[in-house]
């Protein structure tokens, strides 16, 4: 099965430390997304990619946030000098890019920051 | 602004009949997408609507009404195993794709 894979599962940081995610999509997608999701929330959109070409970024994304792919396969997404408030499961997903397009999920990474 | 409501959570017997509503107000819309979520899982597909109408899958239908700003999910002969979050999701024109916050289902015996 080769669906969207993320590394890692599970990272627990200390505040004000640099952590990076990593997210391969499915082979033959285009399109690979990120989002941040909350306890009893629905996942945030924070920015996609068509290709390697970053297409759109939500507000959601501080300076703080940055997210590659350079070679239009996997992505990575950094967030630098961590906060307390970015404790929360980071989901990447990835689709076709067609219109109307179905995004298929990660298992998501899920960051602490102590 | 984007609004996308549903139920915060529902309560259902196993192998009765649930519905699950979703109203949204977006500024665009490319269609509808209801997923599943088990707790600490990620998110699974479940169906797609874009045009008004019943869109039927084994257990599960989606319904849209597009004028109204209205889905819900139909899930028939529930199982212990169907108790999960389901999610309302709307694709807007610039391919951002906004969410619920999610119904939390509990199937009981």
């Known amino acids: 099965d080769t669906g969207v894979s993320q590394n890692p599962r599970h990272k627990i940081t200390k505040r004000g430390q640099n952590v990076t995610f990593r997210c391969d999509p499915i082979?033959?997608?285009?399109?690979l997304y990120w989002y941040r999701q909350t306890l009893g929330q629905g996942p945030e959109f924070l920015t996609y990619?068509?290709?390697?070409?970053?297409?759109?970024k939500s507000r959601l994304l501080s300076d703080r946030f940055s997210a590659e792919r350079p070679k239009g396969s996997f992505s990575t997404l950094e967030i630098q000098r961590t906060e307390q408030g970015d404790s929360a499961m980071y989901l990447c997903?990835?689709?076709?890019?067609?219109?109307?397009?179905?995004?298929?999920f990660g298992p998501g990474t899920r960051l602490t920051v102590l | 602004g984007q609004n996308i409501d549903q139920p915060t959570e529902m309560t259902a017997t196993e192998g009765a009949i649930v519905q699950i509503n979703c109203t949204y107000q977006?500024?665009?819309?490319?269609?509808l997408f209801w997923y599943q979520q088990h707790a600490g899982e990620a998110p699974t597909f479940l169906s797609y609507n874009v045009l008004d109408g019943l869109e039927e899958k084994g257990r599960f239908s989606s319904f849209l009404s597009r004028s109204k700003g209205y889905s819900y999910l139909l899930l028939k002969e529930l199982q212990m195993k169907d108790s999960a979050s389901y999610l309302c999701?709307?694709?807007?024109?610039?391919?951002?794709?906004?969410f619920g916050a999610g119904t939390r289902l509990t199937v009981k015996p």
């Open positions: 990619f068509q290709n390697e070409a970053q297409l759109e």
């Open positions: 999701a709307v694709s807007l024109d610039n391919n951002d794709m906004r």
């Open positions: 997903a990835s689709s076709w890019g067609t219109r109307t397009d179905t995004q298929y």
């Open positions: 977006t500024s665009g819309f490319n269609g």
């Open positions: 082979s033959e997608h285009n399109r």
